[in-house]
C-alpha cells in the first residue's frame, strides 16, 4: 500500500484539518466530536441541514458544506458510519431555530446511529427530521435486503434541499423537497479496480486485468456481475440501461446527470464515458438542464465510474440553478 | 468458536443482582469480547465488513473506563453508563444496537437497588424490545435476534419456573448458542450482509455471536460472585 498518510487512526482527523486550512472562509472542523460546519452562522430560523458517513468517499460530505449545501458533516473512519454523538453535536451547534433536516444514505449503520441522533435532537427541543437516500439500482429493492444503498444521487439531495433550506423555507417543505430529489434520481456504477482501506492495508477484492465489476458500491461491495473488459460505450450502456430502465425515463423528460468518478479514474477517461451518457440521453429524446463530471461521491482509490441520473421538474430545476458556495461546488455566486 | 464453558463456582445460592454484580457483568462481558475479537471480525470479514471484533472491543473498553467512575451506583446506571458508551464508540449498526439494548436495559431496571430473578428476566426482555425496534429484525433474518431472542425466551421461562437466576442464565446461554448456530445456514435479509443473498449462505452471524457472549457473561458472572 502506498498512501499519503502519517499514521492510519489519523487518517480523516488529519484531512478534515486540511479542508478547513483550505476553506477558512467557508468551513470550520470541530475535532471532539468530529464534524465540519459552516465558517460562519446561517440566519435566524433557517432549516439546518446535516449529513455525515463513512469517510473515503471525498469530496462527499465535508466539501459540501457552506452556502446553498450542508450547514454541517460527520465524516465517520474510513467506510465506518459516525457515531452519535457527532451528528448530536453538529446539530445542535449549527441549530438556527428552524430546525434540524439529517440526509443520510441507507446504509444499516448510518440509519441506526442517525436515528439515535435525531432522539437525542428531538430531546433536547429541536424539530428534527430525516430523508434517507437509496438510489442504487444494482441492489435489488425487496423485502429482502436491507433495500437500495445510498450514492451519488446524495450530491443532488443535498444541493436541492440546500438551496430549497436557503430560501428560508419551514422544515416540512425543506424535508418534501429532499424527499422529492431523492426519489427522482437513480444510481448505477462500477469498478475496473479494487480500493484500498487504509487499516486493512490491501485491496478489498481482486479483479483480473482483463476483467471489472458492475454494480459496485462506493465501499468495495460487491456489485451484480464480474464481466470481462469492454469498450467505454459499451461499459456505460451497461450503467445506463438499468438505470434509464429504472426511472422509465422518458421522451420530453428533462434531467440532472452526473458522470462520477471513482477517487483513480482520470477525468480524460470520465469525459470520454459522459460523451456517451449526453448520446444516450439525447437519442432518447431527454433534455440535460445540467450536467457534472467528476470526482463528487469517491470510494478512496478505486478506478472505476458511476452514473446517476435525476429526473427533475420546473421546481427542482429552478433550486438546482440557485447560488451555491462550498469547497466542491459552487456556482452563481 | 464461541463456545460454552463450565462454570466455577455455580450455585443455587444467588437470588439478586446487585450493582456490584451488574459492574461485573458488564467487566466479563469486556473481558469476552476481548478474548474473541478477533474471530468476531473474521466472521464479519466474511459477510460483512470485518470490525465487529475491533469495534466491539472499542465499545466495551470504553464501558469498562465508565462504570469504574461510578461509585455505589444502582444496576440501571451501570447499565446506562454502558449504553452511552457503547452507543459513543462502537460505530456501525451494532453501537445503535448494544446501545439501544442496555439503554432500554436501564429503563427496565430503574429505581431498583437489586434485581430479583424476574427484574433480570425484565431487563433481557427490554434488551430484546430495543434491539428489534432499533434494527426491525425477526428470527430467520441472520441477525443478533436469533439468538438474542430464543435466549431472552428461555430465560423467562426458566424464571417462570423457578430455577435460580443462574440456572436460567445458563439456559438462557445455550439457547443463544443453538440460536446463533442456527443463523449459519440463513441468507441474510438485513445489514450489509444482505447485499450478497445466496453468498451469505455457510457463514455464522457475527452479531449473534457477540450475543452468546453477552449471555455467558452473564452466567459466569454470577457464577464467579
Known sequence: MKKLINAIDKIVDESCAGLAAAHPSLVRFNAEPRYVARARATGAGKVVLVSGGGSGHEPLHGGYVGRGMLDAACPGEVFTSPVPDQMYAAGKAVDAGGGVLLIVKNYTGDVMNFELAAEMLGAEGIKTRTVLVADDVAVKDSLYTTGRRGVGNTVFVEKLAGAAAERKLPLEEVERIARKASEAGRSMGLALTSCTVPAKGSPTFELGDGEMEIGIGIHGEPGRERIKLTPADKIVDALYGPVAEDLKLAKGDRVLVMTNGMGSTPLLELYLAHRRVDELLRKAGVTIVDALVGNYITSLDMQGCSITIARVDDELAALWSEPVHTPALRWAC | ?225
Do not use: C, W
Request: hydrophobic fraction near 45%; glycine fraction near 10%; charged fraction near 25%.
Open chain 2, 1 to 225: 468458536m464461541v463456545r460454552a464453558r463450565p462454570y466455577a463456582g455455580a450455585t443455587l445460592g444467588v437470588l439478586v443482582a446487585s450493582s456490584e454484580q451488574t459492574k461485573r457483568f458488564i467487566r466479563r462481558f469486556a473481558a469476552l469480547i476481548d478474548e474473541h475479537a478477533a474471530e468476531l471480525t473474521e466472521l464479519d470479514s466474511a459477510i460483512g465488513d470485518a470490525d465487529h471484533g475491533i469495534n466491539m472491543r472499542r465499545g466495551t473498553q470504553a464501558a469498562l473506563e465508565r462504570i469504574e467512575t461510578l461509585d455505589g451506583a444502582a444496576p440501571a446506571d451501570v447499565l446506562k453508563a454502558t449504553a452511552m458508551a457503547l452507543i459513543s464508540k462502537v460505530g456501525g449498526a451494532s453501537g445503535p444496537l448494544y446501545g439501544t439494548a442496555f439503554l432500554r436495559a436501564a429503563d427496565a431496571a430503574a429505581g431498583k437497588e437489586k434485581l430479583e430473578p424476574r427484574d433480570v428476566a425484565a431487563v433481557f426482555a427490554a434488551m430484546l424490545a430495543g434491539v428489534r425496534d432499533r434494527g426491525h429484525a425477526n428470527v430467520g433474518e441472520k441477525t443478533m435476534v436469533d439468538a438474542l431472542e430464543p435466549a431472552t425466551q428461555t430465560l423467562g421461562e426458566a424464571v417462570d419456573r423457578g430455577d435460580s437466576l443462574l440456572a436460567a442464565l445458563q439456559a438462557a446461554h445455550a439457547a443463544a448458542q443453538v440460536g446463533s448456530d442456527s443463523t449459519i445456514p440463513m441468507i441474510a435479509q438485513k445489514g450489509r450482509a444482505s447485499y450478497l443473498g445466496e453468498r451469505s449462505r455457510g457463514h455464522r452471524d457475527p452479531g449473534s455471536a457477540s450475543t452468546v457472549l453477552l449471555f455467558e457473561a452473564a452466567a459466569q458472572s454470577l457464577a464467579d460472585g
